[in-house]
């Protein structure tokens, strides 16, 4: 099957620093890739659709300059939590759809974000 | 309420019973997916059932879609200890169709050897 790598896995960092996240789609070409935001034992909640060319669509209640997404090619998009907090700290996770649509779609392994 | 609700929250069995997974949404569907997620890892797409398929069958699970219910069940068959994990059923809702999928709130499945 299709594979989404997803870098780094964990990441520590201080208060008011930036962090970045890589979602590389490995075998296919994704126009489009998803970020989502999960808390522990919770669902996953969509943060923005990301468009390669063009930019993200954020959803309601999602700081678009506080979360940075870049799509620059067909194969990688980019979060960058920008000057992160402590409550910033959660488990970030992008996927993407060999075939654009919403029908099956391929997950990184997420990123354990801690912000001390 | 949330857009693919699923019950139980939680479910332990033993190795080798059934486990059964249900999810609720509220608006029409052009699809309902099933995925599956181990602690700390991402989610791994297990089966797709389309709004006009009532029943869908992949190895050891089995799935159905009551859409006069907006409901849907996924069945395990002869759980493994490996089949321990979080399942998320996730709607592709008509009314936004091409624009996102929403998860529900999964259920954390434990097999106990």
């Known amino acids: 099957g299709a594979v989404v790598s997803q870098h780094p896995s964990w990441v520590i960092c201080k208060s008011g620093t930036s962090v970045k996240i890589e979602c590389r789609s490995l075998d296919f070409q994704a126009t489009t890739m998803f970020w989502y935001r999960q808390f522990p034992k919770q669902s996953l909640m969509l943060m923005a659709t990301s468009n390669e060319g063009s930019k993200a669509t954020y959803e309601q209640g999602v700081e678009k300059d506080k979360f940075l997404i870049n799509h620059a090619s067909l194969t990688l998009s980019t979060l960058t939590v920008t000057s992160a907090h402590p409550e910033d700290s959660s488990f970030y996770i992008c996927?993407?759809?060999?075939?654009?649509?919403?029908?099956?779609?391929?997950f990184g392994s997420g990123t354990q974000l801690s912000v001390l | 309420s949330q857009q693919g609700e699923e019950d139980p929250q939680a479910l332990s069995i033993q190795e080798g019973e059934n486990a059964t997974m249900n999810c609720s949404y509220k608006t029409s569907i052009n699809n309902l997916q099933w995925y599956r997620q181990n602690s700390g890892r991402g989610l791994v797409h297990l089966i797709l059932?389309?709004?006009?398929?009532r029943e869908k069958h992949s190895g050891r699970l089995r799935v159905t879609l009551d859409t006069s219910k907006k409901s849907s069940s996924l069945l395990i068959t002869a759980s493994r200890a490996a089949d321990t994990a979080s399942y998320f059923c996730a709607t592709d809702a008509r009314e936004t169709s091409g624009s996102r999928l929403t998860f529900g709130e999964g259920t954390q499945l434990t097999v106990n050897p």
């Open positions: 996927s993407a759809s060999p075939t654009g649509l919403y029908e099956k779609l391929f």
């Open positions: 059932i389309r709004s006009n398929e």
